[in-house]
């Protein structure tokens, strides 16, 4: 039988009118059953997501975490390739053991000559003074034979004695002025050892200089190794934080850019429920509220939360809203952080109702 098409008509233009009316009614004539002071919403519970990268380029070599997987701070969640980076850390490793032995000999010809050279002064300035002795003893001879030479040289003139005896005098003179020139040569010669040992100082800080110069060098060398053992340890990827693994964006062999995001983890202790509030009762809402959280998986557990955060800017605002009707259209995101989540059951993704309770002093009541 064919309808007549008023009929249709009529009902094109009642049906659409009928469903509005019943979204409206469901949306605030059941709403309002709530006792004054609390405020249902509903939304999707969230977590805060960490995407988990390598600071390196590398071929991934192990994965060893999959989605859902739980993940604690710290654990390993992937293994690049590393041998590159670990024959690098090697020869920086030797590098700076190289430098170290060196830095420890210069240090050790240091300190012995820290004791070597006042020894050698010691020494030294003990030969001048034996040389100083040495030249005023041969002074005191010398002036002792210049006198018995002379007055032998007077008896001789005078036929008091003979010319044996002159010239033996002569010969003992000849020699001592022979040794007062040997003495004062050795004393020379011990005045320059004492110069020569003096100069063990500056040998003594030119070494310094060579110590501090190895010890810059080592200093670099160990920077090197420092570096390289760094990339080495970033080239193991561990978990940020403890979570779940929500996403996993690559596999075993790929070749990663530094970074490529690999992992995406959301704290499962963490979690938050976002809701929508209409600006007609953004007013009622502060901080620190406490609300209840229901889900359909667990109709009969609610799951205590908090007001953590309400947004300053409402969503979906129009240009210009003018009469009160279209003021009700602005919302508001809130934020429901859980006190906790037993045994991790509620999960990203879950939709969940909410009760706010912005009166202490109302009863709690379940979602309507």
Known sequence: MKVPRRYLLTAVLIIPLAVGSFLL???????????????QA?????????????????RIQQLLVREGATVTVGQVLILLDDRQVRARADQARHAFEAHEAQVQAAHMTLAVLNL?????IERAEA????????????????????????????LAARDEASIQQRDQAAMRWEVAQKDIASSRSALTQAVKELAQAELGWKRVRAKESDVTALERQRDQADAFLNEAESVLKDLTITAPTSGTVTTRMVDVGE??????????LVDLDHLYLKVYVPEVQIGKMRLDLAARIYTDAFPGQPFDATVRYIASKAEFTPKEVQTPDERVKLIYAVKLYLAANPDHRLTPGLPADAIIRWREDVAWGKPK
Do not use: Y
């Not at 509903?42 to 590398?58: C, L, M, Q």
């Open 25 to 39: 009614l469901d949306r605030f004539v059941r709403n309002q059953r709530l006792p004054e002071g609390l405020i």
């Open 42 to 58: 509903n939304g999707r519970i969230e977590g805060d997501h960490v995407t988990v990268a390598s600071k390196f380029p590398g």
């Open 116 to 120: 070597d050279v006042p020894l050698a």
């Open 127 to 154: 030969q001048v003074a034996k040389a100083k002795d040495e030249v005023a003893k041969a002074l005191s001879v010398e002036k002792e034979a210049r006198s018995d030479a002379q007055r032998f040289r007077e």
């Open 255 to 264: 070749v990663v850019a530094a970074g490529t995001p690999l992992l995406e």
